[in-house]
């Protein structure tokens, strides 16, 4: 056989090899799509990872004042949206039952109204034959006692928030006295042993103050919803007042 012939088949089988190669399947695109589930499902398995290296015993409870805490928030944001009266309105309605149908059909308006205002109304209204003055020392007292049902649970949600990062600064310190132990038991100062006892002692503070912060606004909107119905119940009670002294004049 010529070598020239040999030389082009040599040449033409080298070729077809490259263009094999070529056109082979590429395996980058099943790693490509593992790692998009990856980065879908890692969120939530950080989360699971972090919690475990924490330690349950410091993280649990961490948890458990986040659950109750935004329970007790739940609940009084709710009960503090249903209190809320337009006093304006019920205003006009009780001075419309004043002209038409006296004391009784006043009462009768503010007891089928729901709230803190209607219920003082309510208490007002029932001392009015006992003079202006116990109206208005009726109103002082049974305001006190809505301050004291608006603010329920206030107490119970400032103590999650205080205890949360306690337990995670519990839970560092602790954390460093088990790392220090373990550079004592191994003799040597490792960078990896030190580094990982830290990482898993810090943990506990970035969950208790995490806990606390979210906490904390739901905290401030529940005094600031308080304090706005507060104002409420005290610029309708002045004006209830006037409003019982005016009906008592024209009688």
């Known amino acids: 056989m010529s070598p020239v012939i ?33 980065e879908e499902q890692g969120f939530h398995q950080v989360l699971k990872e972090k919690f475990i290296e924490g330690g349950v015993t410091f993280m649990t409870p961490i948890l458990l004042c986040l659950i109750l ?4 928030s739940l609940e009084r944001i709710i009960t503090l949206n249903l209190s809320a009266t337009n006093t304006k309105k019920l205003l006009a309605k009780v001075e419309d039952a004043l002209e038409t149908g006296g004391i009784e059909a006043a009462k009768d308006v503010t007891k089928d109204t729901r709230g803190p205002v209607a ?46 990062p306690m337990l995670g600064f519990l839970g560092t310190v602790i954390g460093m006295i088990e790392a220090f132990d373990a550079i004592e038991a191994a003799g040597d100062i490792s960078p990896s042993l030190v580094a ?43 004006s209830l007042v006037d409003l019982l002294v005016r009906h008592k004049l024209t009688r």
Request: charge should be negative; avoid cysteine.
């Open 6 to 38: 040999t030389q082009a088949q040599d040449t033409t089988e080298t070729e077809d090899a490259a263009v094999q190669t070529t056109t082979a399947p590429q395996p980058s695109s099943p790693a490509i799509v593992d790692d998009v589930v990856v």
């Open 69 to 72: 805490g935004l329970a007790v």
């Open 196 to 238: 990982g006892g830290i990482k898993v002692a810090l943990i506990t503070t970035v969950g208790g103050l995490i806990v606390a912060i979210i906490l904390q606004v739901f905290y401030n909107y529940i005094v600031a919803k308080v304090d706005s119905l507060a104002n409420s119940m005290e610029d309708a009670s002045i």
């Open 119 to 164: 219920s003082i109304f309510t208490q007002g209204l029932m001392r009015y034959s006992e003079g202006i003055d116990m109206v208005e020392k009726s109103i002082i007292a049974y305001g006190s006692v809505e301050m004291g049902r608006l603010e329920k649970g206030l107490i119970w949600l400032a103590l999650f928030i205080a205890t949360a």
